[in-house]
């Protein structure tokens, strides 16, 4: 695998591979990777001809700074577990390499990203955006792999590629999950061996929510979602909502939508997990 640090030398690099007419498949990537990294390699790998995975934990969508310290980092096990995977290049920019210059950019999401991780975390997509739309313009890639895990992010990556014009396929990849179903994450590195134990109850309390679809009104399950994850002590509700999958409407009936997805984001402590499950489609 090669390494490439500036920005010169990658699109360098890339330009060959492109005259070569392959298929430029990104898996852009903040690190401390796990098996749901490793996923989106593997799904680049299958459908596409040239792997470059990024490692950039970006200041800018953490509107926590004390997140940002706390964010787990291990490149060298990342470049084992990259290796592995026979993932090709590896993009490891320095802060200073992706903002050379502070340019004031204001992304317009509507509704986007106004609701659940966005109410939440001012200016976090801000950021998102931002970083995304300039890896894209560095790689150039034909294919992006992104996970469901984060499917607001992927809901709004998808709209900037439209607003922008970027020539880019997102492609959308399936939540991995630990064995007792918590969504991998590379916060959970960060949880007490208790905490990550309990916090299996955000999956079955998103399974528990799935089967009660369309039997309750929408309002009386979302109550429901809260009493049974603040039952538990270890774990604080921030948000449950069930929205619509594209527009990501706050639904207040179920039929409102033909594509639901039910979003949840709990403290485990001060680690912040986020999971979903698609309610109907
Ligand atoms: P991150 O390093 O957290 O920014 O995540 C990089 C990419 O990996 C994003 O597209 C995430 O949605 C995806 N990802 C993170 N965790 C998982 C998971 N458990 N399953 C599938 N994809 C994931």
Not at 141 to 166: C, E, R, S, W
Not at 177 to 206: D, F, G, H
Request: charged share 30%; proline share 4%.
């Amino acid at each position: 695998m090669k390494i490439f640090t500036t920005v010169d030398e990658i699109k360098t690099h890339l330009s060959e591979i492109r005259k070569e007419g392959k298929v430029i498949g990104f898996v852009p990537t903040m690190g401390a990777l796990h098996d749901g990294h490793m996923s989106l390699v593997h799904d680049a790998k299958e459908d596409s001809d040239y792997v470059v995975a990024s490692i950039f934990v970006n200041p800018e969508q953490f509107n926590n700074k004390d997140d940002l310290k706390k964010y787990p980092r291990d490149k060298k096990a990342d470049i084992v577990k990259l290796e592995q995977a026979e993932c090709d290049v590896l993009f490891f920019p320095s802060v200073e390499e992706i903002y050379p210059v502070t340019e004031a950019v204001l992304f317009e999401f509507g509704n986007l990203d106004k609701v659940m991780e966005g109410k939440f975390r001012p200016d976090h997509f801000q950021g998102v955006a931002k970083v995304v739309k300039r890896l894209f313009e560095i790689i150039e890639p034909q294919k992006a792999f992104f996970g469901m895990k984060d499917y607001q992010q992927m809901v709004i990556v998808h709209k900037l590629t439209k607003d922008y014009n970027l020539p880019v396929e997102i492609v959308p990849c399936s939540i991995v999950r630990e064995e007792n179903k918590l969504a991998m994450s590379s916060r959970n590195e960060r949880l007490t061996p208790q905490q990550r134990k309990e916090a299996a109850l955000i999956y079955q309390t998103l399974k528990m929510a799935k089967i009660q679809s369309g039997f309750m009104p929408i309002h009386e399950l979302k109550d429901t979602v809260e009493r049974k994850i603040n039952k538990n002590k270890l774990m604080q509700l921030e948000y449950f909502e069930i929205v619509d999958m594209y527009s990501l409407k706050i639904l207040g009936a179920w039929t409102e939508s033909n594509n639901i997805i039910g979003c949840i984001a709990v403290y485990a402590g001060d680690v912040r997990l986020i999971d979903n499950m698609i309610l109907f489609s």
